[in-house]
């Protein structure tokens, strides 16, 4: 069974640092991979996603994540924290992308101004 | 354009209690679902359609219904709610099922005390 592991449930950053959550799967198929954000008292929105076409993919608002089979790593990144940016962040699994996702338990980031 | 329309937002139920979790799509999506979120597991799906006419259950069905109404709506009924039953529910639609774009819409917030 597919499943992703987001390491650190919360995350500090100071304004302008750099920001960087941790989301490993594991997929005995190649997989399709997402970030969803969502905002307080909202709904989740798409932040990015890997279909193989491209390792280094590069989402909304200044994200962007690397595919690394090797690793079987998606790491969301971004290199210099808006207090904007604070929110929480799920990463997604998909096996082949042909079923439903399941996503990680979820990254709460605040940012410190 | 409204996206995805959740009712009711908020909420509160009394154990045993019976209540539907009503969600309307605009977009024209062939697939619907509904997750729950609660702190610290992310978000688990509990039944979804993938496509007009079909339902099948998610990772966590026990204690709910469903119905695909037509392609726009699909709603979750708690025949006996209880309290582990707490929890923000959203619906959510996508074209397809995978690798497909999941819109969310803002939540419905429900206690069952």
């Known amino acids: 069974a597919q499943s992703v592991t987001q390491l650190g449930s919360h995350v500090s950053v100071s304004e302008g640092a750099l920001v960087l959550l941790r989301c490993n799967y594991s997929?005995?198929?190649?997989?399709?991979l997402f970030w969803y954000v969502q905002y307080p008292n909202q709904g989740l929105q798409l932040l990015l996603k890997?279909?193989?076409?491209?390792?280094l993919v590069k989402g909304i608002n200044g994200f962007e994540a690397e595919f690394k089979k090797s690793e079987t790593s998606f790491h969301l990144t971004k290199p210099s924290a808006h207090m904007s940016d604070a929110a929480e962040y799920f990463c997604?699994?998909?096996?082949?992308?042909?079923?439903?996702?399941?996503f990680g338990t979820g990254t709460r980031l605040t940012i410190i101004p | 354009n409204a996206g995805v329309t959740q009712t009711p937002k908020f909420q509160v139920l009394k154990t045993g209690q019976s209540m539907t979790l009503q969600c309307a799509q605009d977009?024209?999506?062939?697939?619907m679902y509904w997750y729950r979120q609660d702190p610290g597991m992310g978000l688990r799906l509990i039944y979804y359609?993938?496509?007009?006419?079909?339902?099948d259950k998610g990772e966590v069905p026990n204690g709910y219904n469903v119905s695909r109404l037509n392609k726009r709506e699909f709603s979750l009924r708690l025949e006996s709610a209880a309290p582990s039953q707490t929890s923000v529910y959203f619906c959510?639609?996508?074209?397809?099922?995978?690798?497909?774009?999941?819109?969310f819409g803002e939540g419905s917030r429900l206690t069952v005390l």
């Open positions: 959510a639609s996508s074209e397809g099922v995978g690798h497909r774009e999941l819109f």
């Open positions: 997929s005995s198929v190649p997989p399709y």
């Open positions: 890997y279909t193989s076409a491209a390792t």
């Open positions: 997604a699994v998909s096996p082949f992308g042909n079923e439903k996702l399941t």
């Open positions: 977009m024209n999506h062939n697939s």
């Open positions: 359609s993938a496509s007009e006419g079909t339902t």
